[in-house]
């Protein structure tokens, strides 16, 4: 059982920064486990992979957003952040975090935060 909290989200002039953080309950650390990635969904746009941090550590970006977006995790606080860099108005979205289970098969997702970006 894992449960997701996801927090940083707001509004943000383009060109501004915003971290997002997912802190996962869970009676150990997630990350030998589970796959952990970022999602966004704009309105009238389906939801869609930011990007993802591997069990082993390996890092994976949408093309819309590499260079700009940093996913991380800091293993000692069960923790995954989302270190966002010039935001651009089509960044607008609600984020999710995900875990995903690489084994035992199971998804948890968080219930996301908004993020808009203003021109």
């Known amino acids: 059982q894992v449960q997701l909290v996801e927090s940083g989200g707001g509004l943000v002039q383009a060109g501004g920064s915003l971290r997002l953080s997912c802190r996962a309950s869970?009676?150990?650390?997630?990350?030998?486990?589970?796959?952990m990635g970022w999602y966004r969904q704009a309105p009238g746009k389906q939801r869609e992979l930011v990007a993802v941090i591997a069990t082993g550590g390996d890092t994976n970006y949408a093309d819309s957003v590499k260079g700009r977006f940093t996913i991380s995790r800091v293993i000692a606080k069960n923790t995954v952040y989302l270190q966002m860099n010039s935001l651009r108005p089509e960044d607008t979205a609600v984020y999710y975090c995900?875990?995903?289970?690489?084994?035992?098969?199971?998804?948890?997702w968080g219930q996301g935060t908004q993020v808009t970006v203003s021109s």
């Open positions: 995900n875990a995903a289970g690489r084994r035992n098969g199971r998804d948890y």
């Open positions: 869970a009676s150990g650390n997630i990350f030998w486990i589970y796959d």
